[in-house]
């Protein structure tokens, strides 16, 4: 799920718990095996990977939160696909606009991983980017989010568990829920309520919806301390009022950040497909580092800059 926040975003302060896991000598069949390396740089609060389809060259984001890996129209345009239209299933996004098309791929490829017959979903645009990279391909590995060396790998999944933190030896792990959307799901507690949230790279604020805080802190956009800053706009353009709350803490596994930046947004729960009720996204995690095992359902966490 990918937003974008029309107002000026606040750095939250992050704690790691006291108890860490300490990393041992691996033995041999535990060792990772890395399948793609590619750079990541960042473009309107997105993650951007090179990637290419039928051997030409494109830009694409990586959305954890996405619910299928996607080319924009211009693309498909550009690389002269095909476009089908999707009867008996249509995908729409926070908004309320609808994707109802897909396109058929012969060559896509990312690093040195290649396939071949991919079907991709057709999005209307999507600013600075020609698609987005979901978890339909996603979860096929483990992948690894290095924010502090600019750097997106994909690894075999992992043989050993908790064998996967390679870059340090001591790192939080946290279980998590693969939602029937294919979004990883996360038990967090906001100002001491418990509750669930979707990681998601592709969005670039966190959110909460006004039907959520209703039900989880009795707020509403008429409540003391909620002002209305902005608006979420979907990636096909559909618009949602979003509104400021000072939240206070967040813990996810032991990983406390202060004073979270989660946006209030204007309507119903669009996490209740996946069971959740808030949206982690851009303006938290690049002060991570960040370790998927998909396969393995948890997360393994560090700071961004940790060695």
């Known amino acids: 799920m990918r937003l974008k926040l029309l107002a000026m975003a606040v750095l939250a302060a992050l704690a790691f718990p006291n108890e860490v896991f300490a990393q041992g000598a691996w033995p ?15 473009k309107n609060s997105h993650i951007s990977i090179p990637a290419s389809v039928n051997g030409k060259d494109l830009a694409l984001a990586v959305d954890t939160g996405g ?7 211009a693309a498909t345009d550009n690389l002269g696909l095909v476009r089908h239209r999707m009867n008996s299933v249509l995908i729409r996004d926070m ?13 896509f490829r990312i690093g040195n991983l290649q396939r071949g017959g991919v079907d991709l ?38 043989a050993c568990a908790d064998h996967a933190v390679y870059w340090t030896g001591s790192y939080a792990a946290i ?19 418990d509750t669930y ?10 959110a909460l919806s006004i ?3 209703g039900r989880l802190f009795d707020l509403d956009p008429a409540s003391p301390d909620v002002k209305k800053v902005g608006k979420l706009i979907g990636p096909s353009g559909g618009e949602a009022a979003a509104y400021a709350y000072p939240f206070k803490t967040l813990t996810m596994g032991g990983v406390t950040v202060t004073n979270p930046q989660i946006m209030l947004t204007e309507g119903r729960n669009f996490l209740s497909s996946n069971d959740a009720t808030i949206l982690l996204g851009m303006d938290m995690l690049p002060r991570l580092h ?18």
């Open 28 to 42: 041999e069949d535990c060792k990772l095996v890395r399948m793609a390396q590619l750079p990541m740089t960042f």
């Open 67 to 73: 619910y299928a890996s996607s080319l924009t129209k």
């Open 121 to 158: 979903l057709v999005m209307e645009s999507f600013a600075g980017f020609d698609g987005f990279v979901a978890p339909d391909i996603l979860r096929n590995y483990d992948a690894e989010f290095d924010f502090g060396g600019a750097e997106f790998n994909l690894f075999k999944p992992h």
């Open 290 to 307: 960040l370790y998927i095992a998909y396969r393995e359902q948890k997360l393994y966490v560090t700071d961004a800059e940790a060695h």
């Open 175 to 193: 279980p998590f829920n693969i939602t029937q959307d294919g979004h990883m799901r996360v038990p967090v507690t906001l100002d001491g309520r």
């Open 197 to 206: 949230a979707i990681i998601d790279t592709g969005a670039g604020i966190s």
């Open 95 to 107: 908004g309320g606009k609808v994707a109802d098309e897909y396109v058929r791929v012969d060559n």
């Open 211 to 213: 039907q959520s805080a």
